[in-house]
């Protein structure tokens, strides 16, 4: 499992591993990397001089699925999505040989596909120098940084900023919260900017790729129009026509096979166990690796973390522009809905019976419309058309009596509904924010059963599909972190395999009974980064690795070509 992203400078040198001292350098792949270097060297010539910018090479995986480390990539045979899986650990004698799809589950053999290099990045080292009024200032929460390594000051990291000086830091249920240094307030919880918070969304179900084993089994259909009142009208849209006073409704369950399902659908035996749905949980598909004489991690498969800030996103169409549209996303039993008027766009928000906010919304009469509706870090936020009628979003609390656990209702995640109106919706996509657990690769759950190996995932199924036994999502620890002035705390997005902040020691403390040891002086706490040790913001991924083109001619197992600069990953990192 990646545990760290340590960085090399440029775009050849080779950075140590996370774990273990990485393998001497071998010529294998030398001719790919050095095509790359030389099309890339255009690229940096020309980027602007009047910033200082120094590239860097992403060697693990503690920041995907938002940057790569060195991965395969594979277009999965089930459902066709394109996902990536950790390679990192396949530096030694044993590749990678399989990896599990992160929208269907469904187990690939990879053994072929050819190892890709880490992104390749800018980070721009001069901005913390500059003045806010244009962009500067001191390093900011949720910004991807590079640092040096308190442990190690040689070598450079890359993680997300999550703690700021002067405050004390807690992480629970995933949330991240906070209260100044030294005082008994209440810890508020520490939202993203929509910028953030979109790129840092990952992806839970794309309906455009549903997997062929399942797509003519209505048992496995994960939007349910068997529950009334819509009809399948294509693969992936869905319409309804409703004349009266009553909700249609559609609803999302997140029905997804076991290894043990798969392997019996691949074989065409009886299913061991009835589909149903689970809740929703930290899965990573890019930790699934598997080795050819180790069989996968099950910890990869049994992500438990239950997860209840969600992002809808489809494409409405608007038939017959009268009566009213809603999304409604469910966290720990409560609804939470955006309900607009189709005949003049007038818009609210409600949390359960309670309406919170009201706007305007462009969906004024019948068409197309772009729809994005998140309930992320306790803040309702709607995209229509890329247009955010509700702003930065509307806030709300949390009454202390409530619960905050999953409930029934968390196994019907999703409902999009019409009233007195004919719509359609497409292009259904749902993702979930990160989950930030107390440790890398830990259970925050202090319940027995969850410190106990689960042995295959029907174990794990089980348990996530069945109400009477979500008490053991109940007794959530938490882990405070006071942040000292000056210091900062770091985490990966890929927060089960991400050695950061949250798991390192003290070891570049002086020792008094070890002359010449150590290097700080200042007492630092283990998951503090001292300011000084801040190298820039990371800015933009300028190089994700070359993509093979037909004919696909393989020079060694990781050279193919011909290539192109792979443009669709390249972006400006948030």
């Known amino acids: 499992m990646s545990s760290k992203s340590d960085l090399s400078v440029g775009s050849a040198k080779p950075a140590k591993s996370d774990d273990k001292p990485q393998k001497p350098k071998t010529h294998e792949g030398s001719w790919r990397e050095s095509i790359e270097t030389f099309v890339v060297t255009f690229i940096i010539a020309y980027v602007v001089k009047s910033f200082a910018f120094e590239a860097f090479v992403i060697p693990t995986g503690s920041m995907a699925p938002t940057l790569m480390g060195r991965h395969k990539e594979v277009d999965c045979p089930q459902c066709g999505y394109r996902y990536a899986v950790s390679a990192s650990e396949s530096m030694g004698p044993t590749p990678v040989i399989a990896g599990t799809c992160v929208n269907c589950r469904y187990t690939a053999d990879i053994a072929g ?106 048992r496995w259909n994960r939007w349910r129009v068997d529950e009334g009142g819509w009809k399948t009208i294509d693969q992936g849209v869905y319409g309804a026509e409703s004349t009266g006073e009553t909700w249609t409704d559609l609803r999302y369950e997140h029905r997804v096979p076991t290894p043990e399902q798969w392997q019996a659908l691949v074989r065409g035996s009886a299913l061991p166990g009835e589909p149903k749905p689970i809740l929703i949980t930290d899965f990573y598909g890019y930790n699934t690796f598997q080795f050819d004489d180790d069989g996968m991690d099950k910890s990869a498969w049994s992500q438990p973390h239950w997860v209840g800030d969600l992002t809808v996103e489809f494409v409405l169409q608007v038939d017959k522009p009268t009566g009213e549209f809603r999304a409604e996303l469910v966290k720990a039993g409560v609804p939470y809905r955006f309900v607009v008027d189709l005949s003049d766009g007038s818009a609210r928000l409600e949390r359960g019976d309670e309406r919170i906010d009201q706007a305007q919304t462009p969906i004024r009469e019948g068409g197309r419309y772009r729809i994005r509706f998140a309930n992320v870090d306790n803040r309702l936020t709607v995209w229509v058309n890329h247009l955010t009628p509700f702003g930065e979003g509307v806030t709300y609390e949390i009454d202390p009596k409530e619960p905050t656990g999953p409930q029934a209702a968390d196994l019907k995640p999703v409902g999009l509904a019409v009233k007195n109106g004919k719509v359609s919706v497409s292009r259904l996509k749902l993702s979930r924010d990160i989950y930030y657990s107390l440790y890398p690769g830990g259970f925050d759950y202090s319940e027995n059963l969850w410190n106990t190996p689960l042995f295959s995932g029907q174990d794990v199924f089980d348990l996530l599909s069945d109400p009477k036994r979500f008490t053991a999502f109940a007794n959530v620890r938490h882990v405070d972190f006071p942040i000292g002035p000056g210091r900062y705390m770091m985490m990966g997005d890929n927060s089960p395999a991400s050695k950061d902040s949250r798991a390192w020691k003290t070891t570049d403390r002086l020792d008094p009974n070890l002359p010449g040891t150590g290097w700080d002086e200042s007492n630092r706490q283990s998951w503090e980064v001292p300011e000084r040790l801040i190298v820039g913001k990371a800015f933009m991924v300028y190089w994700p690795h070359a993509q093979p083109v037909w004919p696909k001619i393989r020079v060694n197992p990781d050279l193919i070509i011909p290539f192109r600069p792979y443009f669709e990953r390249m972006k400006v990192i948030r």
């Open 113 to 218: 596909e050819p190892n890709f290099k880490g992104d390749r990045i800018l980070v721009l080292k001069s901005l913390f120098d500059l003045p806010q009024s244009i962009g500067g200032g001191p390093p900011k929460r949720w910004d991807v940084t590079v640092f040096k390594y308190p442990e190690e000051p040689e070598t450079n990291y890359i993680k997300r900023l999550v703690g700021v000086p002067n405050e004390e830091l807690r992480i629970s249920r995933g949330d991240v919260y906070s209260r100044p240094l030294g005082t008994q307030e209440p810890f508020v919880i520490q939202r993203k900017g929509l910028d953030h918070q979109r790129a840092m969304q990952m992806l839970v179900y794309d309906d455009a790729h549903v997997p062929k084993a399942l797509a003519d089994d209505p």
